[in-house]
């Protein structure tokens, strides 16, 4: 009798791994979902923080996604060795993200009001330590799903839900978190929410894991110091931004733009925007009133007046004391600013209750686009630009000719526009650099400079179609400015005099540079 073969395996059918147990697969690819979102969140939170501290955000945001994908690809790399117990490394690798990631604001936050010259050395050394755990993690979570998900599936599961977790914190991030919970609190949540997925896994892999109490305890007190740390992060950020700032906090809040701190000491109220003095009770009538009052009152009778930045409403303040105006566009990008100085009556007081003026009307927008939009007819008798300096390249953008050739549009014929530009004494390269840019779009230029003794020597351009003429009256009432002393503040002494100086462009923003350069020797 012949003896019939067994059937031989098609060898153009690849075998299927068995089927596992549906709810263990949803529940690590929900795993890999918030792992994706926490670590891309820790990797925004240390970039927002470095540009807060260290300016230039493109630079930061740049070399800490650059680290942070650098020790992943090592995080990658490690995972080859982690060859048994697979579970039970997964575990501790999620409470040591949980930890170091959900901590990472809070201490940066103290360690640049205690230890500033360990920050950048903390910053990116955390950011190693987060990206290289975050590169251990995805591997080893398909190694352990590899068992009940064929390979086709995995990698398109996986990567799907690690890149939606990145999709949702990249908009939550500028939009929810931070305005609503700031920095330190949003760190803290999601190392909480790292530390719920190791809890998880716990009882996923119960019937795996050798020390199952030791796990379980691990996680609970890792998701306790999370938890009780939430809970004082309000103590946490007093206590770090009491230090950095030395006076008492009496208002501070984070937006989507900036963080945002009103301190009261002897001198009054300071303003900080991202830990930057901005401007201080005591002496901001002279910078306000030489910024406001050359340009108003040298028009004559200004009727329509703009103002560009200045949220704070005090440039508003000056110009109200013309009875001529008839009205003010205060454009501003940041509505928290013009909403805390609007209704906060301590913040309001400041600036005589300028933005509840009816003249005024405020518009919250870059004030880039919104010069970009206007109406070429749509011109302005004095048009007043309040930005910060230009610390990093979205500010930048405000200072280059592409902006001027803007601004050139909407200035009345008989007009005039005034700009704060820095220190000409610490800066004096910055200072002429925004002159020759105003200049390059066929503007004139009247420099002029200003004592203000909590910034030093301070500077400011006024830009107009026709020659600059000085006015011979003043309003009443200033605290600074006087007719027979104006004079003085068009006169340079040597070492402020005009150096050679390029025109700032959109397309090299040489001016950032060249300000950082300028600063960072002070």
Known sequence: MTQVPSALPD???????????????IALL?????????????????????????????????????????????????????????????????LMVALIGGLLPATLFLANAYAPGAFRLLLYGMVFMVGMLAGLEIPLVMRILKRNVA??????????????????????????????????????????????????????FRHELRRLKAHLAACVMVLGI??????????????????FYQDRIVFSTASPYQRIVVTQGRAGHR????????????????????????????????????????????AVREILKYPSVESVTLVELDPAMTKIFSENPRLAQLNGQALQNPKVKIINT??????????????????????????????????????????????????????????????????????????????STAPYHAHVPS???????????RPWRMPQALPPGLRFLAPDTLPLLFDFPLDMARVSADVNRLSNQALVHTYEREWGKH
């Open 11 to 25: 060898p153009g059918v690849q075998p299927q791994p068995p089927t596992g147990p549906r709810p263990i697969e």
């Open 30 to 94: 929900a795993s890999v979902f918030v792992v994706a979102a926490c670590g891309l969140l820790y990797e925004l939170a240390a970039g927002a923080l470095a540009s807060y501290v260290l300016g230039d955000s493109v630079l930061q945001f740049s070399t800490i996604i650059g680290t942070y994908l650098f020790a992943m690809g090592v995080g990658s790399w490690l995972s080859r060795y982690f060859e048994r117990q697979l579970p039970a490394h997964f575990l501790r690798i999620e």
């Open 151 to 204: 390979l086709k599936d995995l990698v398109s599961q996986v990567l799907t839900f690690d890149y939606l977790g990145a999709l949702v914190v990249s908009m939550a991030f500028p939009l929810l978190l931070v305005p609503h919970l700031g920095l330190i609190r949003t760190g803290l949540l999601f190392g909480a929410m790292n530390a719920a997925v190791a809890l998880w896994a716990v009882w996923l």
């Open 226 to 243: 999370l938890l009780g740390a939430l809970a004082g992060a309000e103590h946490i950020t007093t206590f770090a931004e009491d230090k």
């Open 271 to 314: 303003l900080y925007l991202n830990g930057n003095l901005q401007f201080a009770q005591a002496d901001e009538y002279r910078y306000h009133e030489a910024l406001v009052h050359p340009a108003m009152a040298a028009h004559g009778a200004p009727k329509k007046v703009a103002v560009l930045g200045g949220g704070d409403g005090m």
């Open 366 to 443: 870059d004030a880039f686009g919104w010069l970009q939009q206007g109406a070429p007819e749509d011109t302005f008798d004095v048009i007043v630009v309040d930005f910060p300096d230009p610390t990093n390249f979205s500010i930048g953008k405000l200072y280059t000719n592409s902006f001027y050739a803007l601004l050139d549009r909407r200035l009345a014929a008989s007009g005039y526009a005034v700009v704060q530009t820095t220190s000409p004494l610490v800066a004096r390269k910055s200072y002429w650099t925004v002159a020759q840019t105003i200049e390059s779009v066929g503007l």
């Open 455 to 465: 910034f030093g020597e301070w500077g400011f351009i006024i830009a107009s179609h």
